[in-house]
C-alpha cells in the first residue's frame, strides 16, 4: 500500500489548511488512517488518527477543537481540516495507515505504512 499526502503550504496565524492523503494498492485491511507531525529537532507527535470502519476519531489534546480529521472509504482517502493554526503546529505532516491496533491508537508503531510527508508553515 502507498500514501500520497498532499494539501501543506504556507498560512498566517489563524488560517486553515485541508490535508489529503490517498491509499493505493491493496488496502481492504485498513484499520485506522492518521495523522502525526514531526518539527524542526522535535520528535515525530500524534495528531489524529480515524477508526476506517466506524469513522470514530481520536485527538491529540494540542488540536482538539481546531483540527478535524475524515475519511472517504470509496476514495480511500482521509482528510485533515486544520483551523485556527498556529505557529507550533508548523511540521512535517505525514499520513500513516494501521492493520491493527496494539494498545492505543496514537501509538506510532501500529502503523506499518507511511506517505512521504507535507509541509505545514504558519506564519506568526
Do not use: H
Not at 489548511?17 to 485498513?30: D, E, I, Q, V, Y
Not at 507550533?88 to 505532516?93: G, L, M, P, R
Amino acid at each position: 500500500v502507498q500514501l500520497q499526502a498532499s494539501g501543506g503550504g504556507l498560512v498566517q496565524t489563524g488560517g486553515s489548511l485541508r490535508l489529503a492523503c490517498a491509499a493505493s494498492g491493496r488496502s481492504s485491511n485498513t484499520r485506522f488512517m492518521g495523522w502525526f507531525r514531526q518539527a524542526p529537532g522535535a520528535e515525530r507527535e500524534f495528531v489524529a488518527t480515524i477508526n476506517w470502519s466506524s469513522g470514530l476519531p481520536y485527538y491529540a489534546d494540542s488540536v482538539t477543537g481546531r483540527f478535524t480529521i475524515s475519511r472517504d472509504r470509496a476514495k480511500n482517502t482521509v482528510y485533515l481540516q486544520m483551523n485556527s493554526l498556529k505557529p507550533e503546529d508548523t511540521a512535517v505532516y505525514y499520513c500513516a495507515r494501521s492493520t491493527g491496533i496494539v494498545g492505543l491508537a496514537r501509538i506510532s508503531t501500529n502503523y506499518a505504512s507511511w506517505g512521504q510527508g507535507t509541509l505545514v508553515t504558519v506564519s506568526s
